[in-house]
T-cell receptor, first 114, second 118 residues
């Protein structure tokens, strides 16, 4: 079975540009999470969805960040406008209720904002 | 206050030996879950092992075991018979509450870098 799929694997952009990160969760999973990993702050939960509905977005750093999940098999995390301090690895993860102890992570998107 | 504390930034172990990675946690919720994840240099996060707060037995998954000491609020990961491929970052994480009460955030520690030498 395919795992969580993220794209792109690497993204280099200039300050002020819009960045869209994409995620396809494991089929059948009903929870989807977006995490950000930096050296300074470690792994932070940005937002999570249950059955495509955003449940907790308190980790989203500011209004420049937005996330959507239009259907059960696709989610996006958008940064507009991007800033150098947004440079990080962004992970998407999914899980299934009843197996909530196991988060399955994608390979991450390495974002560099110049 | 830190929810999850990993006090060892780095650990060294020789191949075939056992190693313990420390993790302490802080919660007032009686229901919680503890996890360990491995992050190799390639970057992906790999689930290793899970321990529920009500589980009577320590969790085991192959060469991985979780030494759960509830009163001390510790959840150390023990890797037996270390292999070169075990070299990676290891993260301890905690989930408070249960899915029935609303999924809570999975909070991660700062990680321990393990280096296995031949």
């Amino acid at each position: 079975d395919a795992g969580v799929i993220q794209s792109p694997r690497h993204e280099v952009t200039e300050m002020g540009q819009e960045v869209t990160l994409r995620c396809k969760p494991i089929s059948g999973h009903d929870y989807l999470f977006w995490y950000r990993q930096t050296m300074m702050r470690g792994l932070e939960l940005l937002i999570y969805f249950n059955n495509n509905v955003p449940i907790d977005d308190s980790g989203m750093p500011e209004d420049r960040f937005s996330a959507k999940m239009p259907n059960a098999s696709f989610s996006t995390l958008k940064i507009q406008p991007s800033e150098p301090r947004d440079s990080a690895v962004y992970f998407c993860a999914s899980s299934l209720e009843g197996q909530g102890e196991k988060l399955f992570f994608g390979s991450g998107t390495q974002l560099s904002v110049l | 206050a830190q929810k999850i504390t990993q006090t060892q930034p780095g650990m060294f172990v020789q191949e075939k030996e056992a190693v313990t990675l420390d993790c302490t946690y802080d919660t007032s919720d009686p229901s919680y879950g503890l996890f360990w994840y491995k992050q190799p240099s390639s970057g992906e996060m790999i689930f290793l092992i899970y321990q529920g707060s009500y589980d009577q037995q320590n969790a085991t998954e192959g060469r991985y075991s979780l030494n759960f000491q509830k009163a001390r609020k510790s959840a150390n990961l023990v890797i037996s018979a270390s292999q070169l491929g075990d070299s990676a970052m290891y993260f301890c994480a905690m989930r408070e509450g249960t899915l029935n009460t609303g999924f809570q955030k999975l909070v991660f520690g700062t990680g321990t870098r393990l280096l296995v030498s031949p």
